[in-house]
């Protein structure tokens, strides 16, 4: 009964919005943290997915199934979502990956102050894999940037910085992030890159 109302209720919201993608009764909880259309909450630490490559998201529930993620005594709002992944079968996995690249949303507000120009020259080295239009790239396994939460990038560089994210063995790509985010020296640096992100 709660998931057809949630369902009728998402039903009424997006059709008022161009008639927008309505995810499978399975995965309506997903919108419970991350927004109807995938817009995120700050409040809850849950990022903005709307738009982003399905690739990427099956990845990442991939990697959060296998403990890749979500895992780590720090990453105590990744420990809230590594049960949600483990949950999903693979066709599960597909299915949502494919629903939350078809969402839209706005683009999220920015929160953080930092240098752009300084983060320009940080940025240079995250362009080789990302883009120079922070645009990603599916060959190196490198998401788009642009669009993300503030917020959550300075959280997720940090994660890699420290060793909550990118240290479990067979998360290659998580690895070359955190080798990557390593050569920001400090959270100042951190900032200004993110804050010339949100520029692109």
């Not at 959060?64 to 105590?76: T, Y």
């Not at 929160?111 to 790239?137: F, L, R």
Request: net charge negative; proline share 4%; charged share 20%.
């Amino acid at each position: 009964m709660l998931t057809a109302v949630a369902v009728l209720a998402l039903t009424s919201l997006v059709n008022a919005e161009d008639e927008l993608p309505i995810p499978a009764d399975e995965f309506v909880y997903c919108t419970v943290c991350h927004g109807v259309q995938m817009m995120g909450n700050s409040i809850i630490n849950a990022p903005r997915l709307s738009g982003m490559e399905s690739w990427y998201v099956e990845n990442q529930l991939r990697a959060f199934k296998k403990g890749w993620r979500g895992k780590h005594e720090r990453d105590v709002v990744g420990m809230e979502m590594q049960p949600m992944a483990a949950a999903l079968t693979d066709e599960q996995i597909k299915e949502v990956s494919a629903f939350v690249a078809a969402t839209r949303s706005d683009h999220p507000v920015e929160t953080i102050n930092g240098d752009v120009d300084k983060g320009k020259a940080h940025y240079s080295t995250c362009a080789a894999c990302h883009g120079v239009n922070g645009e990603g790239n599916i060959a190196l396994g490198s998401p788009a940037l642009t669009g993300q939460n503030d917020w959550y990038l300075v959280r997720q560089l940090k994660y890699f910085r420290d060793g909550t994210r990118g240290g479990q063995p067979g998360d290659t790509y998580g690895m070359q992030m955190r080798a990557s985010a390593g050569l920001l020296s400090d959270d100042e640096a951190i900032l200004d890159v993110v804050k010339y992100i949100s520029t692109l």
